[in-house]
C-alpha cells in the first residue's frame, strides 16, 4: 500500500479512540479552547480600543500641527474656536490712507483687506477689517458699490462699514441702487431717509431674503404709515424665511392682529422647503401667540427626533420653552417618544391655565 495513503486510515482510528474514551477529553477539549476564545476576545478588545485611542491621539496632533501652521503663517485663530481668522501680519502691514485718496489709492487698500481675509473661516461685526473699511470715509460710494455684489467673503466687512461711508452726498445715489443693493437700506434707515426711500426700499425687500432685520424692526413706525403699508410688512414677514426676525416690531404696531398673522405665517412656511431655523421660528411665534396645537405638535416632534449629537443648545432651549407651556415629559426623549404616540392626538390648549393639556383631563 502506497504510504501515501496511511494516514486516511489513522485518522479513523484517533477518531474511535477519542469517542471509546467518552466525552471527558472532548469536554475538557472545548473547555480549554473556550477558554483561549475568550481570552482572545479580551486581547482584541482590549487592542481596538488603544487602536481608538490612538486615532483620537493622532486626529489632535494633525488639528495642533494645522493651528501652529496657522499661527506661524500669521493666521489669527478666533478664541474658544479652532476657526481661522483674518491673517494678522498682513492686517498690520495695511498703511492708513490719506485724507483725500485717490480711486486707485482705494482700490489698492480694498484689495489688501481681502488678500489678509481670504481663508477666514468666522466673521463678526468686531472684525478689525471693518474699521479699516471705515477708514475710507464717505464720498466713494460709486466706487464701492461693484464691491458689495461679490461673495460673502468679500463683501461682509464692506457691509457693516456702510453706514459710517454714506452721507448726504450720496443721498441720490443710494436711492437709486436700493433695488440692486438692498445692504443700503440699513445705511438709509440710520440717515433717516427711511420715509423718503419708502417707495424704495419696500421694492427692494422683492430682491432678497438677506435683509437688516434687526434696523427694520427699529423704523418700523417710520415706515409703516398706511393699511398698504402694514399688508406689504406683514407679508414679508408671513413669506420671507427670515420674517420670523420682524415680529418683534410688528406686533408693537397699532392694529397688529398677532395671533393671525402667526398662524398665518406656520400655514405658509409648511407649503414651502424652509431650512430649519425658519420652521421652528415660526412654530414657535404660531405657539407663543397663537397658541396653535399643530405648531405645538411640530416643536414635540423636533425635541423627539434628535440624536444623542444633536441635543445642542437649540433643542435644549426648545425644550425649556415648551416646558412652560406643559406638563409633558419634554425632557425625556424616550418617555415623550413612548407619550406623544398615545397622547398626541388629544393635545389641546387650555386657556383657564394658559398650558397645553390633554383632551378629557
Avoid at 61 to 72: D, S
Avoid at 108 to 116: P, R, S, V
Avoid at 153 to 179: C, G, Y
Avoid at 191 to 207: L, P, R, T, V
Wanted: aromatic share 8%; proline share 5%.
Amino acid at each position: 500500500m502506497p504510504k501515501e495513503s496511511f494516514p486516511l486510515f489513522v485518522l479513523p482510528l484517533f477518531l474511535l479512540c477519542g469517542c471509546r474514551s467518552g466525552n471527558e477529553t472532548l469536554e475538557k477539549q472545548n473547555a480549554e479552547l473556550l477558554a483561549e476564545l475568550k481570552t482572545a476576545n479580551v486581547r482584541l478588545e482590549r487592542m481596538e480600543r488603544q487602536l481608538s485611542l490612538l486615532k483620537t491621539v493622532d486626529a489632535r496632533l494633525l488639528r495642533v500641527e494645522r493651528e501652529l501652521t496657522m499661527i506661524r503663517s500669521g493666521r489669527q485663530l478666533i478664541p474658544g474656536s479652532r476657526l481661522a481668522g483674518a491673517d494678522r501680519n498682513k492686517l498690520a502691514k495695511i498703511r492708513r490712507l490719506p485724507k483725500d485718496p485717490t480711486d486707485r489709492q482705494i482700490i489698492e487698500y480694498i484689495g489688501q483687506i481681502g488678500e489678509a481675509s481670504a481663508g477666514q473661516q468666522v466673521w463678526g461685526s468686531n472684525d478689525p477689517q471693518v474699521a479699516l473699511y471705515e477708514q475710507i470715509g464717505p464720498g466713494h460710494l460709486r466706487l464701492l458699490l461693484p464691491y458689495l455684489a461679490g461673495n460673502f467673503q468679500q463683501s461682509f466687512h464692506l457691509e457693516r462699514a456702510l453706514p459710517r461711508l454714506v452721507d448726504e452726498r450720496d443721498r441720490e445715489l443710494v436711492r437709486q441702487s436700493l433695488k440692486r443693493y438692498p445692504v443700503l437700506i440699513e445705511a438709509a434707515l440710520r440717515k433717516g431717509w427711511g420715509k423718503d426711500m419708502k417707495k424704495e426700499i419696500f421694492a427692494a425687500f422683492k430682491s432678497t431674503d438677506n435683509l437688516p432685520f434687526p434696523e427694520l424692526v427699529k423704523h418700523l413706525s417710520e415706515l409703516v404709515q398706511s393699511p398698504e403699508d402694514m399688508k406689504i410688512l406683514t407679508e414679508m414677514y408671513i413669506h420671507n424665511r427670515n420674517g420670523h426676525l420682524l415680529l418683534r416690531g410688528l406686533k408693537q404696531l397699532p392694529g397688529a392682529d398677532v395671533k393671525k398673522l402667526v398662524d398665518q405665517a406656520w400655514k405658509a412656511v409648511q407649503k414651502k422647503e424652509y431650512p430649519d431655523f425658519a420652521m421652528i421660528s415660526r412654530a414657535r411665534d404660531a405657539v407663543q401667540y397663537g397658541r396653535n396645537v399643530e405648531a405645538f405638535r411640530y416643536l414635540l416632534k423636533r425635541v423627539m427626533i434628535s440624536g444623542p449629537r444633536s441635543r445642542d443648545y437649540g433643542i435644549r432651549q426648545m425644550a425649556q420653552f415648551l416646558s412652560g407651556l406643559c406638563d409633558f415629559p419634554v425632557y425625556d426623549q424616550a418617555a415623550l417618544n413612548e407619550w406623544y404616540g398615545k397622547n398626541a392626538d388629544r393635545i389641546v390648549f387650555d386657556p383657564a391655565s394658559g398650558k397645553f393639556v390633554l383632551k378629557g383631563k
